[in-house]
Antibody
């Protein structure tokens, strides 16, 4: 079955760029949408954005000016870059596969499955 | 205001039924997906769409929708169901995805 694994620095300095990679194993990265989701300590889940291997992206409006999600189909990986980080960006970052839910009337929703285990990124000097 | 609203906390007696709700205007158009998260673990999809369960999810987890409210129903709650539950769907514009604030379920 498909498995996802996040990797990247666990500590980033304020004002610098957070960079994470998600490696997909057990299946091809093509033909699906791939997403980043984060969770600040003790808080709820926040959707960051997603990408399709065609290059289509969709970002959370609150983060859009600082976020770039890219994909490397040759490595079966996709990546997150978040610029100008502050302490508020300290969180566990998850990668997940996003799929659409369709019924006889067409598209009617989204789902995230599976998820990576998550990686904690702390923003601190 | 949040696009998807959940009660912060609910409780249920062991073996009883609990309904966890998620309210939002987008839910009149889009179905919700539901995630269970236990402390220190990644979220797990437990229900999505009209009422679909991924493989391996017990059939005591079911989903429904009425108007602008989606519900996750746990019939015969077990101790291992104690967790945080999040709904997900589209935002009010329909253009982006959003999570509800989460509901902490306590099994008494």
């Amino acid at each position: 079955q498909v498995q996802l694994q996040e990797s990247g620095p666990g500590l980033v300095k304020p004002s610098e760029t957070l960079s994470l990679t998600c490696t997909v194993s057990g299946g091809s990265i093509s033909s699906f949408y791939w997403s980043w989701i984060r969770q600040s300590p003790g808080k709820g889940l926040e959707w960051i954005g997603y990408i399709h291997n065609s290059g289509i992206t969709n970002y959370n409006p609150s983060l859009k000016s600082r976020v770039t999600i890219s994909i490397d189909t040759s490595k079966n990986q996709f990546s997150l870059k978040l610029t100008s980080v502050t302490a508020a960006d300290t969180a566990v970052y998850y990668c997940a596969r996003r799929a659409g839910y369709y019924d006889s009337n067409g598209y009617h929703g989204d789902l995230f499955d599976p998820w990576g285990q998550g990686t904690l990124v702390t923003v601190s000097s | 205001s949040s696009d998807l609203t959940q009660d912060p906390a609910v409780s249920v007696a062991l073996g009883q039924t609990i309904r966890i709700t998620c309210q939002g205007d987008s839910l009149t158009t889009y179905y919700a997906s539901w995630y269970q998260q236990k402390p220190g673990q990644a979220p797990v999809l437990v229900n999505y769409g009209k009422n679909n369960r991924p493989s391996g999810i017990p059939d005591r987890f079911s989903g429904s929708r009425s108007g602008n409210t989606a519900s996750l129903i746990i019939t015969g709650a077990q101790a291992e169901d104690e967790a945080e539950y999040y709904c997900n769907s589209r935002d009010t514009s329909g253009n982006h995805l959003v999570f509800g604030g989460g509901t902490k379920l306590t099994v008494l």
